[in-house]
């Protein structure tokens, strides 16, 4: 048996926050423990959970370590304690599956696909110019794009403001044509009554889906939006664990589940909130604007997943402007994207192989990232 004997902590450009978990036998796994903005708060979780739960352990223990990190505080979820067992979930998986020689998926049962449709972000945060970048991504390859579907935007808003929305997907649809998808991602900035008037009026364009039609703590008013429209509801990157999931699974509203695997507990939690959501007929396709890690650990849960069906990726993504995912990697190839698609990894552990002296660079150039606060015309404080 071999033990948990030390970790390193990188903070690194443009946002994230790396962790290496390495054993007796020099076995190192890595991790992406991060809340966006909250880099150093989740810092300090994951520091106090290693040291309070895994240091000396066994890392082939990986459930039961899970069970402690989570069960063994009294005040328990929420973004950054699952943020934080999210990225020590995903380095322990990669230390077993490395020391076994196996990709991960393989201990989950293997794979139930070779590869997976991934999407494209247009847009940025204001959308802006979408229609000319998605004939570029479409040109590139891609067969799914992503946008947000408004800036900031009032509690009831002017017809105007509908309409630009309206306007935008349909500039994308009629660029891209009907035989590529397109997510509409609302983003929580849309209180309900502007929710069931934007779904309504977005139909005629198909999207793929939209997203976070409001904010997670109104998951209640999901199957009152849901009755406006045909469009599929998608949300739950906000959303931490299976427990949150349970209401959304339970009253029907939602077709499409987006749990992060750097914020909902990691791999452990999420290929159980993937089982959960198969047994209500609910697709998934995770979240993840984040690092190489992150997309590493979904895929390895998209690969035994029946009901993913796309992913998310941040590949030159608006957030992206000071690093991007491809340059943390050793091989960056093992994220060619073909015809929309990227193939599962099926080197052993996540199947990734990190530029170590690369990471350490980079988090000596470090990073002060923070979401921008956007206030309205009155001066209160808008949904970002």
Known sequence: ???????????????????????????????????????????????????????????????????????????????????????IDQALWDIK?????????????????????????????????????????????????????????????DPATIEAAVTRLREVREAVGDEVDIGVDFHGRVSKPMAKRLVEKLEPHEPMFVEEPVLPEHNDALPEIASHTTIPIATGERMFSRWDFKQVFE??????????????????????????????????APHCPLGPIALASCLQVDACSHNAFIQEQSLNIHYNETSDVLEYLADPSVFDYDDGYVQIPDEPGLGIDIDEDHVRAQADVGHDWHNPVWRHDDGSVAEW
């Open 1 to 87: 048996m071999t033990e948990i004997v030390d970790y390193e902590l990188f903070e690194v450009p443009p946002r994230w926050l790396f962790l290496r978990l390495e054993t007796a036998d020099g076995t190192v796994g890595w991790g992406e423990p991060v809340v966006e903005g909250r880099s150093k708060t989740v810092r300090t979780a994951v520091e106090e959970l290693l040291d309070n739960y895994l240091l000396g352990e066994d890392p082939d223990r990986i459930e039961d370590h899970w069970q402690a990190m989570y069960r063994g505080g009294f005040y328990r979820g929420g973004p950054v304690l699952m943020s934080a067992i999210a990225g």
């Open 97 to 157: 599956g490395k020391r076994l020689g196996v990709p991960v998926h393989e201990l989950l049962g293997g794979a139930t696909r070779d590869r997976i449709r991934v999407y494209q972000w247009i847009g940025g945060d204001r959308p802006s110019d979408v229609a000319e970048q998605a004939r570029a991504q479409v040109e590139a390859g891609f067969t799914a794009l992503k946008m947000n579907a408004t800036e900031e935007i009032e509690r009831v808003d």
């Open 251 to 284: 009253n029907g509203a939602v077709d499409v589940i987006q749990p992060d695997l750097s914020h909902a507990g990691g791999i452990t939690e999420v290929k159980k909130i993937a089982s959960m959501a198969e047994a209500y007929d609910v697709a998934m």
